[in-house]
């Protein structure tokens, strides 16, 4: 995408309210200015998306040669969410995204709602002190992005309220609030196995939700990651650059992955299963476990020992459907070493 195009400022004659402002915003995106989603476009109005004290960067994001300048001056060499200078900037471009996308209109719909609401944790979190820490380690590698750990997991109550607010309810309300909880791990497939399941799981206990709801994450991946624009100042060259980070998955791979996961930790549960109903039995045929057993006939460790397990475990498959005490018996009576 092109360097951002510049935005007229509200002529001072005729100041206009951020609630205003987003009122207007919202009937121009095609959503409804209801008061939940007002609010919620006037408090990403409110919220930079970048750290104070580089204000001649900001103003300048639409104008290459100053904007070069500017960032040579700050010691600045990558504007990371180069869209505009607010957490708005960012949703309203994956906004703008999306109506000119060819999906079908229904998940237009849901997918501008989505991106509404997915950054609003952005609004409570940009301050803490975890998040001005690497703010001022970003800053120190030239890096121009206001860290904002944990906004994934900020403000659901809010999020909940507002999308309530636009008739989300029930499982699509639980799969919605899934999808933010998850849309900043933009590499499904390089996540930890476990992780991998967890985060599938999350949309429902079927395969129909779970599929459902992996399509939806994976969509809203890239649609953040398109909307994430990045400026980078390198050999004395400006250029606009996509986001680094930008999911390169879908949902076959993905969804593949995750049921050979799943596969695999049946298959592992399986053996566990088994394995401790064996060892459950053996310590019913001798009232202790089979290590407690061995001394008693004289075998300790060496190659006696595992000898001597298999042996045992033999005769107690091979006479499985006798007593315990005869099963005993019988190994008691049988030459356990070579």
Known sequence: MPFREPTMPPTPEKPQSPEYLATQELMALGLEANPE?????????????HPEGYEEILANLGDPEKLKAAMEKQGISSVIHSEGPTVWDHAKLAIRQIEAADMPANLKQDCKLLMLYHDLGKTAVGTSEENQTATAKKLKKGELNRSMIGHAEAKHDEMTKGLKANGIE???????????????????????????????????????????????????????????????????????????????????????????????????????????????????????????????????????????????RKLIAEHKGKTPEEIKKIIDETVLTK
């Open 37 to 49: 989603n007002i609010e919620t476009v006037a408090e990403q109005m409110k919220t930079a998306q």
């Open 170 to 312: 029930g499982d699509k309300l639980e799969k919605f609030m899934a999808v933010i909880t998850h849309h900043m791990k933009k590499a499904l497939l390089e996540l930890k196995p476990q992780k991998l399941v967890e985060v599938c799981e999350s949309f429902g206990k079927d395969k129909a939700a779970r599929e459902a709801g992996v399509k939806l994450l994976i969509e809203v991946l890239h649609l953040d990651g398109d909307a994430t624009q990045n400026i980078v100042l390198a050999d004395g060259r400006l250029a606009p650059e996509g986001n680094e980070k930008k999911p390169a998955s879908n949902f076959e791979v993905v969804w593949a992955k995750y049921e050979a996961i799943k596969k695999t930790q049946v298959a592992e549960q399986e053996k566990s299963t088994k394995k401790k109903a064996e060892d459950d039995f053996e310590r019913t045929v001798f009232g202790e476990d089979v290590s407690d057993y061995l001394p008693k006939r004289d075998i300790t460790n060496g190659p006696d020992r595992g000898y001597a397990v298999g042996v045992i």
